[in-house]
């Protein structure tokens, strides 16, 4: 697989395209993480309630402990101390609540703050970049079969004045096999997906 050109100044713009791309990704990943940490540091209340409803559950049982060996008196005294037990319990469970709501909506959040952000880079650059891949691969391995294809390629894939700016009848020149304008073609396919032209055969090592 061929992810960038060939030549100097496509790959230059591919790999400033691709640093771009991904500075803007974990820019927004870090601030989605940012987001995150700031969130979470709103789950003190709920912290505090916690500690302060454990606090109150623990008095009160150990005061309702007490009371039970108080004589004629201790169970109702116990009893009663007993909900203070459960209201210390239920200031800790709202606590807990809150430090749950938070957590999910901090998760939530800085998820969606990073998914959000990197997301319209991704739809657009990623997908780019997988065609060009493809291209690119299927174009150099074209290039060793000759100039043929990549002549047909380029009729298929160029606009219209490119083509003519090679030959006044590109397609018929194809179909006749001009050599000049087959040669042109290929060239001017490579050139469009920043490869580098079919070497010379004359420069080829003989033997």
């Known amino acids: 697989m061929r992810i960038y050109a060939e030549r100097p100044g496509r790959a230059a713009r591919q790999l400033l395209t691709d640093a771009l791309a991904l500075a803007w990704i974990v820019g927004w990943v870090v601030a989605g993480v940012t987001v995150h940490g700031l969130l979470l540091a709103l789950q003190g209340p709920g912290r505090t309630l916690v500690t302060a409803g454990q606090a109150v559950a623990r008095t009160f049982d150990d ?71 493809r291209a690119a691969t299927a174009g150099a391995a074209a290039r060793e079969t000759g100039p043929e294809l990549l002549a047909l390629r380029a009729l298929t894939n160029r606009s219209v004045r490119r083509l003519l700016a090679v030959d006044p009848d590109p397609v018929a020149a194809w179909r006749a096999e001009d050599p000049t304008a087959l040669a042109g073609l290929a060239e001017l396919e490579l050139r469009a997906l920043g490869l580098r032209g079919r070497p010379d055969p004359l420069d080829r090592p003989s033997g």
């Open 63 to 133: 005061a309702a402990r007490t009371a039970g060996g108080v004589p004629f008196v201790g169970d109702d005294l116990a009893r009663s101390l007993g909900s203070g037990t459960d209201a210390g319990a239920s200031l800790a469970a709202a606590g807990q609540n809150q430090i749950d709501t938070v957590a999910a909506l901090a998760v939530g959040t800085g998820v969606g703050i990073a998914v959000l952000g990197a997301l319209p880079v991704v739809l657009v650059w990623l997908p780019m970049r997988i065609r060009y891949a």
